[in-house]
């Protein structure tokens, strides 16, 4: 049974920085993409950043030079360090898992097979 287990949400004023990891078990963590998404109240879920098995990114245009995907295959575990966080960065941020092993590594959440159940990031202005 595949598990992704988001930890480190929080608030945190505008500029400030938080760390997402995602611990993965029951799945086989090397051969596909993984990613982190995102959804706001009201809003659509979006993809944030993405990694493929040789550590190639993606990121959505709104994070690049401030978000940082990076993943430690010894610990099965996703990151996403975020730093110079806005308030139109609050949302509910998930990871994902098996997604196709594309280039770039997609940010389509309808792409991913396994989810998350999101850690709640804020961010007050």
């Known amino acids: 049974q595949v598990q992704l287990v988001e930890s480190g949400g929080g608030s945190v004023q505008a500029g400030g920085s938080l760390r997402l990891s995602c611990a993965a078990s029951?799945?086989?963590?090397?051969?596909?993409?993984m990613g982190w998404f995102r959804q706001a109240p009201g809003k659509e879920r979006e993809g944030v950043a993405a990694?493929?098995?040789?550590?190639?990114?993606n990121y959505a245009d709104s994070v690049k030079g401030r978000f940082t995907i990076s993943k430690d295959n010894a610990k099965n575990t996703l990151y996403l360090q975020m730093n110079s966080l806005k308030p139109e960065d609050t949302a509910m941020y998930y990871c994902?898992?098996?997604?196709?092993?594309?280039?770039?590594?997609?940010?389509?959440?309808?792409?991913?097979?396994?989810w998350g159940q999101g850690t709640q990031v804020t961010v007050s202005s």
């Open positions: 990694i493929d098995l040789d550590g190639a990114t």
């Open positions: 994902a898992a098996d997604g196709p092993p594309s280039t770039p590594p997609p940010l389509g959440p309808y792409e991913y097979n396994y």
């Open positions: 029951g799945y086989t963590y090397r051969t596909a993409c």
